[in-house]
């Protein structure tokens, strides 16, 4: 889990100074958007993880998963606790509603490439969840974790597919449609995590890797 943090933030550093890149006042706004709301999430995943560990003593998540279904009801409620709160942070980093509002005008403000880039770091927090919530917080956790089950994806996937909708039709600049279908990408993959089964997950796999060529591709393109 710790790892996972680490790679993250060597991700985040990366784009920051790459959203930077060419200057412009437009960009910078963004960029201090962006590096502010990412630099709070890293914190709150940082606690996330103080908490898990303290709770369950490790940090390995296949060891976790056995801890958590064996865990004493005293220790449920911050077991829960940090389970929430890396919700949070997988869903900022997703961009998922009401979470999303960052990603629009900070995509359409870089430069076409790095525009590209981003397109995959969005899927991460989509892997993150899917690996954690599907890993640590499975049925198997036990029913103390009900509230951490996927209906609570799959209405926010809804939601995130119908805000990003409307951002596309009202988009009047290429650089923001690009940038709003990016967010339809990411509401049709947490349906299929929320569909919670293995079909959905293969199907999900399959148009993880299509939607990222394609989304980064249309980025290169957009000027």
């Not at 865990?71 to 919700?87: F, H, K, S």
């Not at 490439?113 to 599907?134: E, S």
């Not at 890993?135 to 799959?154: H, K, T, Y």
Request: proline letters at 3%; hydrophobic letters at 60%.
């Amino acid at each position: 889990m710790f790892n996972l943090f680490v790679f993250f933030e060597v991700l985040l550093l990366a784009s920051y100074a790459l959203l930077l890149h060419g200057g412009g006042k437009a960009r910078i706004q963004a960029s201090v958007h962006y590096v502010v709301l990412n630099l709070a999430g890293s914190s709150l995943f940082l606690i996330a993880v103080g908490i898990l560990y303290g709770a369950t003593g490790t940090l390995n998540m296949a060891d976790m998963a056995i801890r958590v279904a064996e865990l004493p009801a005293e220790r449920e409620g911050l077991v829960t606790a940090g389970a929430l709160m890396l919700l949070v942070v997988f869903g900022l980093k997703a961009a998922i509603l009401p979470l999303y509002f960052w990603l629009p005008k900070a995509y359409a403000s870089a430069p076409a490439p790095v525009a590209a880039l981003f397109a995959i770091m969005t899927k991460v927090g989509i892997y993150a969840i899917l690996r954690v919530y599907t890993l640590i917080f499975s049925d198997s956790a036990g029913s103390s974790f009900e509230a951490l089950e996927q209906p609570w994806v799959w209405w926010l996937s809804l939601g995130t597919l119908a805000a990003a909708s409307v951002g596309v039709m009202a988009a009047r600049d290429l650089r923001l449609l690009v940038a709003y279908l990016v967010l339809v990408s990411v509401g049709t993959l947490l349906a299929g995590i929320g569909i919670r089964s293995p079909q959905a997950v293969s199907a999900l796999l399959y148009y993880l890797i299509h939607t990222t060529l394609i989304t980064g591709g249309c980025s290169c393109l957009r000027r």
